[in-house]
């Protein structure tokens, strides 16, 4: 019989969702007979998403700590809906002094990948502490006129520090009063200062 059409479910020209999809073709003649067969329309999602990275940051360190807690987010977007975005280092990660990379991935729900990346710098604003013993009076030997004269100075950082002291401690004084300087000085290079006197009385008699 003359007069068979086709019809397609879905039709040709139709949007197809990521996946696989059967389509059916229908084909009916004139006199009423029916032939079908059918296909596949596989549809892959190969378009990764896109992620948006924030500026760079850059904070001072948390009062008493060698570091700071940083938190920050990415906008990821893609064509088919959700994006998953993580972080390495996490947000919210303890930074210690210095600048550090981190890697947004933005993961859509069909496994494309994107990433941006940025920095975390952060800085030592804290002044170490330090503190000098009291003034020092001390009697030279009999017929010195000097003598060693021994002291501790002590200094406390949020990260790490070292103290120099003019004279050191265990320095020849002569007779007389000598200002001690002590200096703290952490690895960001910021100082703090402290001083003292030593004062050494004299015996008399005869030096030698």
Avoid: E, H, K, W
Avoid at 12 to 17: A, P
Avoid at 37 to 55: E, G, I, L, M
Avoid at 63 to 72: A, F, I
Avoid at 164 to 193: C, E, K, R
């Amino acid at each position: 019989c003359s007069g068979a059409t086709v019809t397609t479910n879905p039709a040709s020209g139709s949007v197809f969702n990521v996946g696989i999809s059967t389509v059916t073709a229908t084909a009916t003649d004139g006199c009423g007979n029916v032939s079908t067969c059918s296909f596949t329309v596989t549809v892959n999602d190969n378009v990764a998403p896109t992620v948006t990275c924030p500026s760079n940051i850059v904070v001072n360190t948390a009062l008493g700590q060698c570091g700071r807690n940083v938190t920050y987010t990415a906008t990821g977007t893609d064509n088919c809906g959700p994006v998953t975005t993580t972080f390495n280092p996490a947000s919210g990660s303890l930074f210690s002094v210095g600048t550090t990379t981190v890697t947004a991935t933005a993961t859509d729900v069909n496994g494309n990948t994107a990433t941006c990346s940025f920095t975390v710098t952060v800085n030592d604003n804290q002044a170490p502490t330090i503190s000098c013993p009291a003034n020092i009076t001390v009697t030279a030997p009999n017929g010195q006129c000097s003598t060693a004269v021994t002291y501790n100075v002590t200094s406390t950082d949020n990260c790490t520090s070292t103290v120099t002291v003019t004279p050191a401690s265990g320095s020849i004084f002569a007779v007389g009063t000598t200002t001690v300087t002590a200096v703290a000085t952490d690895n960001a290079g910021n100082t703090a200062t402290c001083s003292f006197t030593v004062t050494v009385n004299g015996t008399g008699g005869n030096l030698t």
